[in-house]
């Protein structure tokens, strides 16, 4: 089924604060965030391409050695390979990230790609 409700997605604990639902096709993948104030996402890097936007509160997003705020309606790229991390400041924040190609590791049998119920009206 093409069509799905964010709220129907089922949750996984990403770490500690950090909860993360997923929808994705063969080449691209929408993950979206709920993150509790002061949770961290360490330092890392992976081979896919990450674009993130934040709709909800505020993140200070280091990408290499540049830190920035972050806050709802403001993003990032990050290229594939690139170092970045997260802290989320003090209020409860939410971001949509974007892949490609989808993370292997984020799909699991936790993760729905269809709602259960109706499309949403138009």
Do not use: C
């Amino acid at each position: 089924m093409p069509y799905f409700r964010v709220k129907d997605l089922v949750p996984t604990e990403q770490l500690p604060g950090i909860e993360r639902r997923a929808v994705w096709l063969k080449g691209v993948m929408l993950t979206f965030f709920s993150f509790a104030p002061g949770a961290v996402v360490p330092e890392h890097a992976h081979p896919n391409e990450q674009i993130t936007l934040v709709t909800k509160g505020a993140i200070a997003f280091t990408v290499g050695r540049e830190t920035r705020v972050l806050r709802a309606g403001e993003g990032v790229s990050i290229p594939p390979g690139i170092r970045h991390s997260v802290t989320v400041l003090d209020e409860s924040t939410e971001a949509i990230d974007g892949w490609s190609p989808p993370r292997e590791d984020y799909k699991t049998t936790a993760d729905q790609r269809a709602s259960s119920g109706p499309p949403p009206a138009a």
